[in-house]
């Protein structure tokens, strides 16, 4: 079982460079999100999605895309990266059915991304 | 929007002391959940608790919903519990994600 994994696991971008983060869980958990973890900062939700086809924005979406047609699978987008952009992101699911606000979150191991 | 406070930033101890580390929010929640998270690595569940007290192994966590407050606990501390620990809370229905305090970087000292 392995759970909430991402990739890739580290990525170095130039400044205007586009990337794709893959988020992929084998829990069938509804619920879907993405962080970044910045030094000094708790992690902050830059997008997350209810369920297989919809998609919303968190705190700080700015400059990021997100994607869910699959149920399994929920895609990060950088279309043209910049250097406020590394950090390290972090993926996580809860809930496989019924209200979520009282479930366990399962996060992946990290990307961590740098823009130069 | 929840805020959510940790205490210590930093704790450095000698092995086998008893740990505590404390989280306060702002605004009511449905859940609190404490996270661990070693050097360069992953993030990982430790404990989800809406009320009372839960244990497992050397760590206990603790939470009064009245006061909103949290604390982890370790007993007998080992250099291997040396990671940062995250506390984080949901509101409401919780399908928009968790708010994170920005953690407790421990160190234990063989």
């Known amino acids: 079982n392995a759970g909430v994994t991402q990739t890739p696991k580290f990525r170095v971008l130039k400044t205007g460079q586009s990337m794709t983060l893959l988020c992929a869980q084998d829990?069938?958990?509804?619920?879907m999100y993405w962080y970044r973890q910045d030094p000094g900062m708790g992690l902050r939700l830059i997008h997350y999605?209810?369920?297989?086809?919809?998609?919303a924005k968190g705190e700080v979406p700015d400059g990021y895309n997100v994607s869910r047609l699959k149920k399994q699978n929920f895609l990060l987008g950088l279309e043209s990266a910049a250097p406020s952009q590394t950090s390290v992101y972090f993926c996580?699911?809860?809930?496989?059915?019924?209200?979520?606000?009282?479930?366990?979150?399962?996060f992946g191991q990290g990307t961590r991304l740098t823009v130069v | 929007k929840n805020e959510v406070e940790q205490s210590p930033q930093n704790l450095t101890a000698q092995e086998g002391e008893f740990i505590t580390i404390n989280c306060s929010y702002s605004?009511?929640?449905?859940?609190l959940h404490w996270l661990q998270q070693h050097p360069g690595g992953g993030i990982v569940s430790l404990f989800m608790?809406?009320?009372g007290k839960k244990k497992h192994g050397r760590l206990i966590a603790t939470i009064n919903i009245q006061e909103k407050h949290s604390s982890l606990h370790i007993t007998a501390s080992h250099p291997r519990d040396s990671a940062v620990y995250i506390c984080?809370?949901?509101?409401?229905?919780?399908?928009?994600?968790?708010?994170f305090g920005k953690g407790t970087h421990l160190i234990i000292q063989p």
């Open positions: 608790l809406s009320s």
């Open positions: 996580a699911t809860r809930g496989d059915r019924g209200w979520v606000g009282n479930t366990e979150a399962f």
């Open positions: 605004v009511g929640i449905s859940a």
């Open positions: 999605s209810v369920g297989e086809g919809t998609t």
């Open positions: 829990m069938n958990h509804e619920y």
């Open positions: 984080a809370v949901s509101s409401g229905g919780g399908a928009d994600g968790l708010t």
